[in-house]
Each structure stands twice: as structure tokens, then as C-alpha cells.
């Protein structure tokens, strides 16, 4: 194969014509395999008179040979001529051809540097010293890619070398900003890298980065304060700014000094370009978004902004320099207010998409503009400094609005709207500081200048914020006119025909003020106006789509609680068409979550229950039952399924909610059919045998004796509850599909009691957990134990140790050894407790008797929080410390006292502090190594509570007080013979813990 065979083919793919460009492709497919195929493509790629088209589709295919082809391509000499040769292409003369060759280049190096590419750095290198403008970039492309693959033995040799080289680009003015962004965004990759070595070699960053940054940080400095010429000009700003911010939260103590100079400079431009901002962006109907440069990357003075805002949130994250944003928080936020403003061209595409503007103007929003940038700063700076934040936002508000003019006049509607949003988002914040009566806030004066002037103006943008920001505060109206302006205009509001924007700003406000009013006397406050709104909301959400309607339902769902006469009333209609909204928006996981949610708020009223018995759930029984979907829309297998899920989830939410006796349609036709899905199915789904066996708990504890009486063609419900716990607990099924099996088996022994055989099925937890490794799966079956232990702990010991695990091991040492390695991670209050207490059972007993229990060995982990991560402790290179099981009962009892008296200390202290900065942050002066700290603490830190569980409810286990139960017991143990030698295994924060008791020995 040759350059002259391959070429034509290239050209052809690049034909108007399909039927040619289809079969080129083909071609080229076939060529592939061949020797000289990246070779020729190489050829072509740097060859000076082809034409772009050519050079360009013919570096597409090379990059492609190089990611999917290159490791595994066997003709290495070919290899070794495209890496000898291509390197030269990164200074042609094209900038789109040097993109090209920067790109494959870093996809081979990928897989060959540095073993099999030992002399890429120094070519790199050599053709930076160059000084050739197109050389230098093409280079720095590369290196670019290539810095985020060099490892910590590399550093050493590369840094020394490499920087010098950068910092001189950095500096010479010569080199586009492009280039001098680049160098940047290397030295931010090589700091992450270093700052990380520095855990292990406390010298990386004194030897490697200390020296040059100081020089490097200056001249940063004075290109940020650089007037931008041109919008490529922000891109260098836009970079300095993010090195500064990575540099700030790397090295905060470093870096005093230079926050104290880039401060001035980045106010400076912050607040220069705020005029220019509203006059060019905001104001401006032929504004079009920023541009993207050739790595895919905004560039304007948007991503400037972003970054500004992004440094001045790191300065607040650190207490030595929140105090320096505090001293100028007023300017700051009336700056911000000024950047929240609406722009020309964002209106423009919200009145042709509603649904774009629900999804973009939020503060969670992924599409970021300007804008939302606000007020994600807005929102973090009124978490750090709440009360100086709420007294600063006052200020600038009335400066603004002050200021500003007639709300009629031009654009200053928007001054008024970015101030009202402002006030929206900071609500939280400025309802607890007013609540503290840490603030003197005068709503009715904001209500009377703001609210009332914007609410009679004819832009929608500016009345849907208002009406959205005034239900916000509708305890803080100052009379009843207000309250009756409010609750008429949001009624109006959700009336057909209504602006978009002005109906979005409505069916807020609704959910808003239904979330302001918790208390059964407040609720009467929209009493009325909910004969109007729950109508319209019904209305409305025929006909709409997506994030407008999910929109609509979450106002619903929290409407129907106020009044649930009003749906009581017409309750076959309303549950008719949610149903069919559940049918035709079956493939939409979000929206069909929204319209369970709304279901079962209905379920919560006695008067819906048999309309929905009637009209909902012989709907769901048919998509349970249908083989092929039922919606509208065609589904995936995945699709299907996650529908299905919703369907069993929401009959079992049905079902809790639904008085004993259960009715005939759950017991005869819901239990029969989920049976036959999650024991019948082919393909055993995780998903549905974990939401079928909830369903069918529910069952069990709504219904008992119905539904374990219940014949299905000759099987008995007990039968097939029994089959079904067998296929949770098969060994050979996914492990996550028992997630919930241990509480049905739960269940079925508190209900079933002596008729069942319960030797088999706790044989079958044991085999299930023997081959779990999940801890959480393994906390569901270790309580199916604990519970028993509780109830009965030395008959459930006896039965344990007459069983094996089927390796061989006894199955009450087994439990015991895994009970112990997860308590520190278990997560659930209920499930804690169950187990706590459970351990001040099985403690005594271990130390009282002479059995082979208390040799049991097992590990002594504890946890290391470095750099954000969490990491286990290395103690000894010989692998985890063993210590006896007693020992670790011990530890785990004190570290959970622990983390009992550290949630009564947050009860206790919960609230606003005097100090507004009462949430230390870490000292930046702090040096010290990594916080060694328990696995219970880390567990008790990211446990995530689940709602409490119906079947639990009535465990007398409940009631016992943790904090009584653990002092009392470690009280009591401290006169145990054993206690000093348990207690000489105790770590400083468990002696500390034990400490508060003042017993002797601890």
C-alpha cells in the first residue's frame, strides 16, 4: 500500500455524495490492517501541498488508528517511522494541522512514553528552545495532555528541566495568549501533582515549587490587570485567575502576601467590567454567546467571571482571608446583584423554550452562564458569613434600587429583578438570622418600593421572580392587603394564556408558600385561594411537558395536602388522569417520580384510598402483567424495568398506607402478580427483586394472615414467600438483589413465629452472607441475626454453632467475625441501635465464660482523612493488627458513646452562634499530618438515614435510650476484673471518649 492508494480514498470520503463517501469509508477499513497504513496517513497529514481538507481528514483517521489500534497494532517498525517522523507537524505552518499532530502525538504517548517513547521529552523540549511561535504551540499542546501522565518518580527529573523552559514562555510577550494559557494550565496540573507528593516527601514542594512560584504568581498578577484587547485575551485572565484560586486552596499560607496584591487587580476588573457587562451583554438584542477556541473552550469575558467568582469563593473557604472579603462584602454583593441581571439574548431563547429558562435559571443549573455563576456565590457567601452577609445584602439592595430609577424606565426592571432573586436564593439564610433577631429587616419597606411597583409592571420576568420571592416571605407581609395581593396575583398567575415566565414564577411561589406554612393554623391562610390553585395546577399539567411539568406536579403534590377535600371530591377524575400521565410518560423516570409522588400524597387520604384501588391500580397490575410496554414511546429493556420498579414501589407504598384489613385487589391480584415477576422472571433483575420483596413485606405486615392463607394454584402465600426469600438468598444470584432480604426474613419470622422453619432460612442467610461482600448487603443479613441475639441470645448462639458456613467455618464464629469488621460502618438509626445493644449483650457473656469465643481474632483498622480522601491507616507493612473480639466489642462501644455524646453536643449547640464564624475551618497554618480517626466516625459522617421503617416502629427496642444504655453499661463494666487490660487497647480519641464518664481504669 502506498501514499498514492490511500490518498484518493481520502479524498472521496470527503465527497458531497453518500454512496462515495460510504464506500471510502469501507475501503479504509480494509487498508487498516496493513503496515503502511499509518505511515501513509502520516505522509499525507505533513504533506505542504495537499489541500486542507485532505491533510485534516487524514490526521482524523491517523488519531483514530492511534486510540483504538495503536497497542495492539504488531507491526512495530511502522510504529517506529510514524514516531520518528511525526513530530516535525507541530510547528507547520496551520494551526489546525499542529491541533491535529498534538493530538495524535499525545494518543501514542498514551500508550508509549515514556518506555517505549524515551526520547519524546527532550524533542519536546528541543523544539520549545526553538523559539519558533508555531513550534511552541504545537509543543505546549502536548504537554499539556502529557503532564496529567507523569508519575511521581518522574517528577524529580522532569520539573527541574521543564519549568524554567515554561516560566520563560510565560513571560516573553511574543507568544499568543493561547500559548502563555497553557503554561498555566500545566504548572495548575504539576502543583496537584506535587502538593499530593508532599504527604510522602515532605520536601516536593520546598524543593520544586516554593522557588519559582513568587515570580510566576507576580507576573500572573500584572496579566490579569492587562486590558483585553481582544476576546482570546480573556483566556489568558481566565487562566491566571484559576491558577491563582488552585494556588490559594493548595497552599494557603504561601500565598498571603500575593492575595493581597491580586485582590485590587481582580476588583478592579470585576467592577470596570460591570457597566460594560449590562451595556454590551444584558442590554444588548444582538449579544450571541461566547466563542469557543479550538480545544472546545468558551472564551470571553463570561469564563473571566466565573473565575473571579470562583477565586473569591476559595478566599472565604479559608479563615485568613474570609476576613478580607468581609471588609468589602457590601461592594462585593452589589456587584453581584448587578451581574445577576437577565441578559437580552438569554430572554430571547426562555420565550421560545419556557422550559429552558425552568432549567437554567436555578443555582444547581450544568448550563452556566454569568448569571448562575451569581448565584452559586451569592448562595456560598451567605453560608459562610450569614449574619455580616445579610446586613451587607441589605446594603446593596438599597443602594441599588436607590439608584437605579424609574422601575418603568428602559432596562431597570432588571436591577429589580436581580434584586429580588437575590433575596430569593438567600431566603434560608436571612429567615434564620432574622429569626435569631441577629438582623433589623424592614419587608414591609422592600414589599413597598420592590415588590408592589414590580408586581404592576408588564414584564414577566420580573412579576413571576416576584411572585416567587415574595411567597418566599409570606410570614414577613406586612398586612393583609399584601397577603391578598400575593395569593390574587399568584391565582391569576396560573390561569391559560398566562406569560410563561409569570406562570413558572406562580407555580413556585405555590410550593413556596405551602413550605412557609407547616403549622395547621397557618395552612388556613391559603385556605381559600387552594379552591382555585388545585384546580388550575390539574389543569396546567395536561398540557405540559418535561421540567415545566415536573415542575407543576411538585406544586400539586404539596397543594393537596392543604386541602384534601377539594381532590377527595372529584377523586376518580384526578387519579384517572394521573394514571394516564403515568402511562404516557413512562420512559421518563423524573416525571414518573413526580406523579408517584402526587399518588401518594392521594393515598394519604381515607376518601382517595378506594379510587385509587379502583382506577389506579388496575392500571399499574396491567404493566406489571403486559410482556411488551405500554407506553406510547418505545422502551428499553433497562427502560422496562426501571418502570416496573416504579410500579411494584408505588403498590407497596399503596399498600403501608392502607388500613387492615387489606382489600381484596392487593391481597388476590397485587401479591399473586409481584410474586410472578420477581420468582417467574428469566432474568433476575436486582432491581425488582429488591422492590418485590418490599412489596411483599408490606404485605405481610399490613395483611398477615390474608395473604399466607392467600391459594395461587395449589401454592399458599406462605409457600411462594418462602420461594421467594430462597431466590433472594440463592448464593448463585447477584448479591445486591438480598439488599432488602434480611428484613423480609425478618418479617416472616416475627409474623409467622413458630410455624415456620426457621433453621432452613437462617441456613440460607448464613450461605448468603458467607458470600457477600458489600457491606451494606451484609449489615441486612447480620440483622436478621442481631435481632435474634436481642430476643434470644443463647438459644440463637446454640443454633449457630450447630451450623457451617459452607466452607467449612462455624457459623456463630463467622457471624461474629463479620458482625464486628461492619458495626463500625453500619448505617440506619434502628439498625445501629439493634446491634449496640446486641454487643452489651454478647460482651459480658464472652468475658464470663471460658469459651473459644473470646480467642477470636480480627482486625484493628482505623481510617486517615488525607487531602479529601479516605484512606486506611498503615500502622505496620505486616498487614491489619489482629486483636481479640473482645477487645473489639469493647472499642466499638466506646466509639459509638462517642458518637452519641457528639450528636447531643450538635442538638445542643444547634442554631446561630454570636460568633458568625463558629464553623472553624481547618487552620491554614496547620501543618500536621493526617487525622487518624475511626471507622464509626467516617460511617456516622456519611450515613445516609433511610425513613424509618414501618415493621420496626413497634420494637420496644426503640425506646431504650442510647446514651442512658451505654453509659449504665461501660459504668458497669469498669468494675469487671478485665476492664484496665480492655481499656490499655484504646486509641487517645477513645480514651478521651471514656474519659467523660470518670470511672476508674479509664
Same mark, same amino acid.
Given at each position: 500500500?502506498?501514499?498514492?492508494?490511500?490518498?484518493?480514498?481520502?479524498?472521496?470520503?470527503?465527497?458531497?455524495?453518500?454512496?462515495?463517501?460510504?464506500?471510502?469509508?469501507? $475501503?479504509?477499513?480494509?487498508?487498516?490492517?496493513?503496515?503502511?497504513?499509518?505511515?501513509?496517513?502520516?505522509?499525507?497529514?505533513?504533506?505542504? !501541498?495537499?489541500?486542507?481538507?485532505?491533510?485534516?481528514?487524514?490526521?482524523?483517521?491517523?488519531?483514530?488508528?492511534?486510540?483504538?489500534?495503536?497497542?495492539?497494532? /504488531?507491526?512495530?517498525?511502522?510504529?517506529?517511522?510514524?514516531?520518528?517522523?511525526?513530530?516535525?507537524?507541530?510547528?507547520?505552518?496551520?494551526?489546525?494541522?499542529?491541533?491535529?499532530?498534538?493530538?495524535?502525538?499525545?494518543?501514542?504517548?498514551?500508550?508509549?512514553?515514556?518506555?517505549?517513547?524515551?526520547?519524546?521529552?527532550?524533542?519536546?523540549?528541543?523544539?520549545?528552545?526553538?523559539?519558533?511561535?508555531?513550534?511552541?504551540?504545537?509543543?505546549?499542546?502536548?504537554?499539556?495532555?502529557?503532564?496529567?501522565?507523569?508519575?511521581?518518580?518522574?517528577?524529580?527529573?522532569?520539573?527541574?528541566?521543564?519549568?524554567?523552559?515554561?516560566?520563560?514562555?510565560?513571560?516573553?510577550?511574543?507568544?499568543?495568549?493561547?500559548?502563555?494559557?497553557?503554561?498555566?494550565?500545566?504548572?495548575?496540573?504539576?502543583?496537584?501533582?506535587?502538593?499530593?507528593?508532599?504527604?510522602?516527601?515532605?520536601?516536593?514542594?520546598?524543593?520544586?515549587?516554593? /522557588?519559582?512560584?513568587?515570580?510566576?504568581?507576580?507576573?500572573?498578577?500584572?496579566?490579569?490587570?492587562?486590558?483585553?484587547?481582544?476576546?482570546?485575551?480573556?483566556?489568558?485572565?481566565?487562566?491566571?485567575?484559576?491558577?491563582?484560586?488552585?494556588?490559594?486552596?493548595?497552599?494557603?499560607?504561601?500565598?498571603?502576601?500575593?492575595?493581597?496584591?491580586?485582590?485590587?487587580?481582580?476588583?478592579?476588573?470585576?467592577?470596570?467590567?460591570?457597566?460594560?457587562?449590562?451595556?454590551?451583554?444584558?442590554?444588548?438584542?444582538?449579544?450571541?454567546?461566547?466563542?469557543?477556541?479550538?480545544?472546545?473552550?468558551?472564551?470571553?469575558?463570561?469564563?473571566?467571571?466565573? @473565575?473571579?467568582?470562583?477565586?473569591?469563593?476559595?478566599?472565604?473557604?479559608?479563615?485568613?482571608?474570609?476576613?478580607?472579603?468581609?471588609?468589602?462584602?457590601?461592594?462585593?454583593?452589589?456587584?453581584?446583584?448587578?451581574?445577576?441581571?437577565? &441578559?437580552?439574548?438569554?430572554?430571547?431563547?426562555?420565550?421560545?423554550?419556557?422550559?429552558?429558562?425552568?432549567?437554567?435559571?436555578?443555582?444547581?443549573?450544568?448550563?452556566?452562564?454569568?448569571?448562575?455563576?451569581?448565584?452559586?456565590?451569592?448562595?456560598?457567601?451567605?453560608?459562610?458569613?450569614?449574619?455580616?452577609?445579610?446586613?451587607?445584602?441589605?446594603?446593596?439592595?438599597?443602594?441599588?434600587?436607590?439608584?437605579?430609577?424609574?422601575?418603568?424606565?428602559?432596562?431597570?426592571?432588571?436591577?429589580?429583578?436581580?434584586?429580588?432573586?437575590?433575596?430569593?436564593?438567600?431566603?434560608?439564610?436571612?429567615?434564620?438570622?432574622?429569626?435569631?433577631?441577629?438582623?433589623?429587616?424592614?419587608?414591609?419597606?422592600?414589599?413597598?418600593?420592590?415588590?408592589?411597583?414590580?408586581?404592576?409592571?408588564?414584564?414577566?420576568?420580573?412579576?413571576?421572580?416576584?411572585?416567587?420571592?415574595?411567597?418566599?416571605?409570606?410570614?414577613?407581609?406586612?398586612?393583609?392587603?399584601?397577603?391578598?395581593?400575593?395569593?390574587?396575583?399568584?391565582?391569576?398567575?396560573?390561569?391559560?394564556?398566562? /406569560?410563561?415566565?409569570?406562570?413558572?414564577?406562580?407555580?413556585?411561589?405555590?410550593?413556596?408558600?405551602?413550605?412557609?406554612?407547616?403549622?395547621?393554623?397557618?395552612?388556613?391562610?391559603?385556605?381559600?385561594?387552594?379552591?382555585?390553585?388545585?384546580?388550575?395546577?390539574?389543569?396546567?399539567?395536561?398540557?405540559?411537558?418535561?421540567?415545566?411539568?415536573?415542575?407543576?406536579?411538585?406544586?400539586?403534590?404539596?397543594?393537596?395536602?392543604?386541602?384534601?377535600?377539594?381532590?377527595?371530591?372529584?377523586?376518580?377524575?384526578?387519579?384517572?388522569?394521573?394514571?394516564?400521565?403515568?402511562?404516557?410518560?413512562?420512559?421518563?423516570?423524573?416525571?414518573?417520580?413526580?406523579?408517584?409522588?402526587?399518588?401518594?400524597?392521594?393515598?394519604?387520604?381515607?376518601?382517595?384510598?378506594?379510587?385509587? $384501588?379502583?382506577?389506579?391500580?388496575?392500571?399499574?397490575?396491567?404493566?406489571?402483567?403486559?410482556?411488551?410496554?405500554?407506553?406510547?414511546?418505545?422502551?428499553?429493556?433497562?427502560?422496562?424495568? !426501571?418502570?416496573?420498579?416504579?410500579?411494584?414501589?408505588?403498590?407497596?407504598?399503596?399498600?403501608?398506607?392502607?388500613?387492615?384489613?387489606?382489600?381484596?385487589?392487593?391481597?388476590?391480584?397485587?401479591?399473586?402478580?409481584?410474586?410472578?415477576?420477581?420468582?417467574?422472571?428469566?432474568?433476575?433483575?436486582?432491581?425488582?427483586?429488591?422492590?418485590?420483596?418490599?412489596?411483599?413485606?408490606?404485605?405481610?405486615?399490613?395483611?398477615?394472615?390474608?395473604?399466607?392463607?392467600?391459594?395461587?394454584?395449589?401454592?399458599?402465600?406462605?409457600?411462594?414467600?418462602? $420461594?421467594?426469600?430462597?431466590?433472594?438468598?440463592?448464593?448463585?444470584?447477584?448479591?445486591?438483589?438480598?439488599?432488602?432480604?434480611?428484613?423480609?426474613?425478618?418479617?416472616?419470622?416475627?409474623?409467622?413465629?413458630?410455624?415456620?422453619?426457621?433453621?432452613?432460612?437462617?441456613?440460607?442467610?448464613?450461605?448468603?452472607?458467607?458470600?457477600?461482600?458489600?457491606?451494606?448487603?451484609?449489615?441486612?443479613?447480620?440483622?436478621?441475626?442481631?435481632?435474634?441475639? %436481642?430476643?434470644?441470645?443463647?438459644?440463637?448462639?446454640?443454633?449457630?454453632?450447630?451450623?457451617?458456613? &459452607?466452607?467449612?467455618?462455624?457459623?456463630?464464629?463467622?457471624?461474629?467475625?463479620?458482625?464486628?469488621?461492619?458495626?463500625?460502618?453500619?448505617?440506619?438509626?434502628?439498625?445501629?441501635?439493634?446491634?449496640?445493644?446486641?454487643?452489651?449483650?454478647?460482651?459480658?457473656?464472652?468475658?464470663?465464660?471460658?469459651?473459644?469465643?473470646?480467642?477470636?481474632?480480627?482486625?484493628?483498622?482505623?481510617?486517615?482523612?488525607?487531602?479529601?480522601?479516605?484512606?486506611?491507616?498503615?500502622?505496620?507493612?505486616?498487614?491489619?493488627?489482629?486483636? &481479640?473480639?473482645?477487645?473489639?466489642?469493647?472499642?466499638?462501644?466506646?466509639?459509638?458513646?462517642?458518637?452519641?455524646?457528639?450528636?447531643?453536643?450538635?442538638?445542643? %449547640?444547634?442554631?446561630?452562634?454570636?460568633?458568625?464564624?463558629?464553623?472553624?475551618?481547618?487552620?491554614?497554618?496547620?501543618?500536621?499530618? /493526617?487525622?487518624?480517626?475511626?471507622?464509626?466516625?467516617?460511617?456516622?459522617?456519611?450515613?445516609?438515614?433511610?425513613?424509618?421503617?414501618?415493621?420496626?416502629?413497634?420494637?420496644?427496642?426503640?425506646?431504650?435510650?442510647?446514651?442512658?444504655?451505654?453509659?449504665?453499661?461501660?459504668?458497669?463494666?469498669?468494675?469487671?476484673?478485665?476492664?484496665? $487490660?480492655?481499656?490499655? @487497647?484504646? %486509641?487517645?480519641?477513645?480514651?478521651?471518649?471514656? %474519659?467523660?464518664?470518670?470511672?476508674?481504669?479509664?
Amino acid at each position: 500500500m502506498s501514499v498514492e492508494q490511500i490518498a484518493p480514498l481520502i479524498s472521496q470520503a470527503l465527497s458531497a455524495n453518500k454512496l462515495e463517501q460510504d464506500t471510502a469509508q469501507e $475501503q479504509l477499513k480494509v487498508l487498516a490492517p496493513q503496515p503502511d497504513y499509518a505511515t501513509s496517513l502520516l505522509s499525507i497529514l505533513l504533506r505542504q !501541498d495537499a489541500p486542507l481538507s485532505v491533510r485534516q481528514m487524514a490526521g482524523v483517521l491517523l488519531k483514530q488508528f492511534a486510540e483504538n489500534s495503536w497497542q495492539d497494532c /504488531p507491526h512495530t517498525a511502522a510504529k517506529d517511522v510514524v514516531k520518528a517522523n511525526i513530530l516535525p507537524g507541530l510547528g507547520d505552518s496551520l494551526s489546525k494541522v499542529r491541533s491535529s499532530v498534538a493530538a495524535i502525538v499525545s494518543e501514542i504517548a498514551c500508550v508509549d512514553f515514556p518506555d517505549n517513547w524515551t526520547g519524546l521529552f527532550d524533542q519536546l523540549l528541543n523544539m520549545m528552545g526553538t523559539g519558533e511561535p508555531n513550534q511552541v504551540h504545537g509543543v505546549m499542546k502536548v504537554l499539556a495532555e502529557l503532564s496529567a501522565d507523569i508519575t511521581d518518580s518522574q517528577v524529580y527529573t522532569v520539573a527541574p528541566v521543564l519549568f524554567p523552559r515554561l516560566i520563560q514562555l510565560f513571560q516573553t510577550e511574543t507568544f499568543g495568549p493561547g500559548t502563555r494559557a497553557r503554561v498555566l494550565s500545566i504548572f495548575g496540573t504539576f502543583t496537584t501533582l506535587i502538593s499530593h507528593m508532599d504527604s510522602v516527601d515532605h520536601a516536593a514542594n520546598e524543593n520544586l515549587l516554593f /522557588p519559582i512560584l513568587p515570580g510566576l504568581v507576580d507576573t500572573t498578577i500584572a496579566l490579569i490587570g492587562t486590558p483585553a484587547s481582544e476576546k482570546i485575551d480573556y483566556k489568558l485572565q481566565t487562566e491566571c485567575v484559576n491558577f491563582l484560586s488552585k494556588l490559594v486552596q493548595t497552599f494557603p499560607k504561601q500565598m498571603g502576601d500575593k492575595v493581597s496584591s491580586a485582590l485590587p487587580v481582580l476588583w478592579q476588573l470585576l467592577t470596570k467590567n460591570a457597566e460594560d457587562h449590562i451595556t454590551t451583554v444584558v442590554n444588548n438584542p444582538d449579544h450571541v454567546e461566547d466563542d469557543v477556541d479550538s480545544d472546545g473552550s468558551e472564551i470571553g469575558f463570561g469564563p473571566l467571571v466565573q @473565575a473571579i467568582f470562583e477565586f473569591i469563593q476559595a478566599l472565604t473557604e479559608r479563615k485568613k482571608y474570609k476576613a478580607m472579603i468581609r471588609k468589602v462584602l457590601p461592594d462585593v454583593l452589589f456587584y453581584l446583584i448587578t451581574y445577576l441581571s437577565i &441578559p437580552e439574548y438569554q430572554m430571547e431563547l426562555w420565550n421560545e423554550d419556557p422550559e429552558k429558562y425552568v432549567e437554567d435559571d436555578d443555582e444547581d443549573s450544568m448550563n452556566y452562564t454569568v448569571r448562575t455563576g451569581a448565584m452559586e456565590l451569592l448562595i456560598d457567601l451567605a453560608t459562610e458569613m450569614k449574619v455580616p452577609y445579610v446586613e451587607a445584602l441589605m446594603n446593596a439592595i438599597t443602594r441599588h434600587i436607590s439608584s437605579c430609577g424609574n422601575i418603568n424606565e428602559g432596562y431597570n426592571w432588571k436591577l429589580y429583578e436581580a434584586c429580588a432573586t437575590a433575596m430569593n436564593i438567600s431566603g434560608d439564610v436571612i429567615e434564620e438570622c432574622l429569626e435569631a433577631k441577629k438582623v433589623d429587616f424592614n419587608f414591609g419597606a422592600f414589599y413597598s418600593t420592590v415588590v408592589l411597583p414590580g408586581l404592576g409592571v408588564d414584564r414577566p420576568f420580573l412579576r413571576g421572580r416576584l411572585l416567587w420571592m415574595t411567597a418566599s416571605y409570606i410570614k414577613r407581609l406586612p398586612n393583609e392587603d399584601a397577603l391578598n395581593t400575593l395569593l390574587e396575583c399568584t391565582c391569576a398567575a396560573l390561569k391559560p394564556g398566562t /406569560p410563561a415566565p409569570v406562570m413558572i414564577g406562580a407555580m413556585k411561589g405555590v410550593y413556596a408558600m405551602c413550605a412557609e406554612l407547616s403549622e395547621p393554623e397557618e395552612k388556613q391562610v391559603l385556605h381559600k385561594s387552594m379552591e382555585l390553585i388545585i384546580p388550575s395546577l390539574f389543569d396546567l399539567a395536561g398540557n405540559m411537558e418535561g421540567d415545566l411539568l415536573m415542575l407543576c406536579l411538585d406544586s400539586l403534590r404539596v397543594s393537596v395536602s392543604f386541602r384534601p377535600d377539594i381532590v377527595a371530591v372529584e377523586a376518580d377524575k384526578v387519579n384517572k388522569f394521573l394514571v394516564e400521565l403515568f402511562v404516557k410518560h413512562a420512559s421518563d423516570t423524573f416525571i414518573v417520580t413526580q406523579v408517584n409522588d402526587v399518588l401518594i400524597t392521594l393515598a394519604d387520604i381515607p376518601e382517595c384510598r378506594g379510587s385509587i $384501588q379502583n382506577n389506579v391500580v388496575p392500571v399499574l397490575l396491567q404493566i406489571l402483567r403486559s410482556p411488551a410496554p405500554t407506553s406510547p414511546k418505545k422502551q428499553s429493556e433497562e427502560d422496562e424495568e !426501571d418502570m416496573k420498579t416504579e410500579v411494584i414501589d408505588l403498590l407497596t407504598t399503596f399498600i403501608r398506607k392502607t388500613p387492615v384489613p387489606l382489600p381484596d385487589v392487593y391481597v388476590k391480584e397485587v401479591f399473586p402478580a409481584v410474586m410472578s415477576m420477581t420468582i417467574g422472571s428469566v432474568k433476575d433483575s436486582s432491581a425488582i427483586l429488591q422492590s418485590g420483596g418490599e412489596c411483599v413485606r408490606a404485605c405481610l405486615a399490613q395483611g398477615f394472615q390474608q395473604v399466607s392463607t392467600l391459594n395461587i394454584n395449589g401454592v399458599t402465600g406462605m409457600e411462594y414467600t418462602m $420461594q421467594l426469600i430462597a431466590k433472594m438468598l440463592d448464593p448463585e444470584v447477584s448479591e445486591y438483589g438480598a439488599l432488602y432480604s434480611g428484613r423480609l426474613v425478618s418479617s416472616l419470622i416475627k409474623h409467622a413465629g413458630t410455624a415456620l422453619n426457621i433453621n432452613e432460612i437462617l441456613q440460607a442467610v448464613l450461605n448468603k452472607l458467607a458470600k457477600c461482600e458489600t457491606p451494606t448487603i451484609q449489615q441486612s443479613l447480620l440483622v436478621v441475626f442481631i435481632k435474634l441475639f %436481642n430476643h434470644d441470645l443463647e438459644g440463637s448462639m446454640s443454633f449457630l454453632q450447630s451450623i457451617n458456613t &459452607p466452607s467449612g467455618e462455624n457459623g456463630l464464629v463467622f457471624v461474629l467475625k463479620s458482625w464486628c469488621e461492619i458495626q463500625e460502618i453500619f448505617t440506619g438509626e434502628y439498625e445501629t441501635k439493634v446491634a449496640v445493644i446486641a454487643l452489651t449483650k454478647f460482651l459480658p457473656h464472652l468475658l464470663a465464660s471460658d469459651s473459644p469465643l473470646s480467642q477470636i481474632m480480627v482486625s484493628d483498622e482505623e481510617m486517615s482523612l488525607e487531602g479529601g480522601r479516605i484512606t486506611r491507616s498503615n500502622k505496620t507493612t505486616q498487614g491489619p493488627v489482629m486483636i &481479640p473480639i473482645t477487645v473489639k466489642i469493647f472499642k466499638i462501644l466506646v466509639q459509638e458513646f462517642g458518637n452519641v455524646l457528639e450528636e447531643l453536643e450538635a442538638e445542643k %449547640n444547634g442554631g446561630l452562634s454570636d460568633d458568625e464564624d463558629d464553623i472553624e475551618e481547618e487552620e491554614d497554618e496547620d501543618d500536621g499530618g /493526617p487525622q487518624f480517626v475511626s471507622i464509626a466516625q467516617i460511617a456516622h459522617l456519611l450515613a445516609d438515614d433511610d425513613d424509618e421503617d414501618e415493621d420496626n416502629k413497634d420494637d420496644p427496642l426503640n425506646d431504650v435510650d442510647l446514651h442512658s444504655h451505654l453509659q449504665q453499661f461501660l459504668t458497669q463494666l469498669s468494675t469487671h476484673n478485665s476492664y484496665n $487490660q480492655l481499656c490499655q @487497647a484504646l %486509641n487517645e480519641n477513645e480514651k478521651t471518649v471514656l %474519659n467523660s464518664l470518670q470511672v476508674s481504669g479509664s
